[in-house]
C-alpha cells in the first residue's frame, strides 16, 4: 500500500509568520503534488515536483514556494502567511505516467489568525 | 484549467439504494479517475477509466465513460453508511497533475 504521510496535521499560524508544511512519501514515485482544497473549489493544484532538486508551478502558486530535496521529501513553504490560506493541503505522490493513480497523504489543516 | 465538474452538490440516499454521481469535462483525456474522500481524509482513487474503455467495475462501483458527450458516471450499488463521503472526478491536463471537480457529497442513512 501507497503510503504519504504529513506533518503537522494541524498548525495554527499568525499572518506575516512563516510556515512549513511537510510531505514524506515512501513509494518510490518520482512525482509529487502540493494542492490545497477549500470548500466550492475541489482540490487545486499549488507546486509539484518530477524528482528529487525540481520544482514546478501549478495553477495557484502565488504565496508559496515549494522545495524537494530527495526522492521521499517535498515541503511547501508560506513565507509570509495571510488568512487567505486558511485551508486544509494535501500532498500526494505519482509514478511517473501521467494518468495513473495519485496517492495522497492526510492533509494538513492550517489556520492563519 | 480546464475542470472535471459533477452535476451535483449533494445525494442522500438509504442504506441498500443505488446512487449515481455524474461527472462532465471540457478537454479531450486519456483517462478519467473517480476518488473518495472520507471525512478528515485524503482523496483516494476508486476507479481509473481508460478513454478506450465505456466501463469499468470494482466490486459495488461501476463507472462508465462517453467520450463523445465528455461524461462520465459513478454508481454504487447496495450503499452503505460507510459509502457516505465526498465523491470527485479527475483527469489530467496536460499529463502534469490532476484536475479534480468540486465533487459530490453523498449522504448514506440507516
Known amino acids: 500500500e501507497a503510503a504519504v504521510t504529513q506533518s503537522p496535521r494541524n498548525k495554527v499560524a499568525v499572518t506575516g509568520g512563516k510556515v512549513t508544511l511537510s510531505c514524506n512519501q515512501t513509494n518510490n514515485h518520482n512525482n509529487m503534488y502540493w494542492y490545497r482544497q477549500d470548500t466550492g473549489h475541489g482540490l487545486r493544484l499549488i507546486h509539484y515536483s518530477y524528482g528529487a532538486g525540481s520544482t514546478e508551478k501549478g495553477d495557484i502558486p502565488d504565496g508559496y514556494k515549494a522545495s524537494r530535496p530527495s526522492q521521499e521529501n517535498f515541503s511547501l513553504i508560506l513565507e509570509l502567511a495571510t488568512p487567505s490560506q486558511t485551508s486544509v493541503y494535501f500532498c500526494?505522490?505519482?509514478?511517473?505516467?501521467?494518468?495513473?493513480?495519485?496517492?495522497f497523504g492526510p492533509g494538513t489543516r492550517l489556520l492563519v489568525l | 484549467s480546464q475542470l472535471a465538474e459533477e452535476n451535483l452538490w449533494a445525494l442522500s440516499v438509504h442504506e441498500g439504494e443505488s446512487v449515481t454521481v455524474n461527472c462532465s469535462y471540457k478537454?479531450?483525456?486519456?483517462?478519467l479517475q473517480w476518488y473518495r474522500q472520507k471525512s478528515g481524509e485524503g482523496p483516494a482513487q476508486l476507479i481509473l477509466i481508460r478513454s478506450n474503455e465505456r466501463e469499468k467495475r470494482n466490486g459495488r462501483l461501476r463507472a462508465t465513460l462517453d467520450t463523445s458527450s465528455q461524461s462520465s458516471s459513478l454508481s454504487i450499488t447496495a450503499t452503505r453508511c460507510e459509502d457516505t463521503a465526498v465523491y470527485f472526478c479527475a483527469h489530467y491536463q496536460g499529463g502534469r497533475a490532476l484536475i479534480f471537480g468540486t465533487g459530490t457529497t453523498v449522504s448514506v442513512s440507516p
Open positions: 478537454t479531450s483525456i486519456t483517462a
Open positions: 500526494a505522490s505519482g509514478p511517473d505516467r501521467g494518468g495513473d493513480t495519485q496517492y
